[in-house]
């Protein structure tokens, strides 16, 4: 069981930023493939960023050229980069991590709590 906490929610300003992280358990991170999602209430939870264990990424069009995913391995967390902040960035923000199962069966997926971002003036 993999255990996945976010952090670093809060109230900003449209055109602000604002920087979450996650922090996931397990010893083999570096294979993890690590996601940030996002949902408002009432709407489906939709994918903001992905990167993978070679640091790859890929980005939702409503957030490229505004947010940037990364990962430090040697301190098994995932960061979001959260710049020019606008209303329709509120939402509470998923950190999602992909681990393999060493060829058995398919990956796992395991879910942080959610972190709330609220972007108002």
């Known amino acids: 069981q993999v255990q996945v906490v976010e952090s670093g929610g809060g109230l900003v300003q449209p055109g602000g930023s604002l920087r979450l992280s996650c922090a996931a358990s397990?010893?083999?991170?570096?294979?993890?493939?690590m996601a940030w999602y996002r949902q408002v209430p009432g709407n489906q939870r939709e994918l903001a960023a992905s990167i993978s264990r070679g640091g790859n990424t890929n980005y939702a069009n409503s957030v490229k050229g505004r947010f940037t995913i990364s990962r430090d391995n040697a301190k098994n967390t995932v960061f979001l980069q959260m710049n020019s902040l606008k209303p329709e960035d509120t939402a509470v923000y998923y950190c999602?991590?992909?681990?393999?199962?060493?060829?058995?069966?398919?990956?796992?997926?395991?879910w942080g709590q959610g972190t709330q971002v609220t972007v108002s003036s």
């Open positions: 999602n991590a992909v681990v393999p199962n060493g060829g058995y069966g398919g990956p796992s997926r395991y």
């Open positions: 397990g010893s083999i991170f570096s294979s993890y493939f």
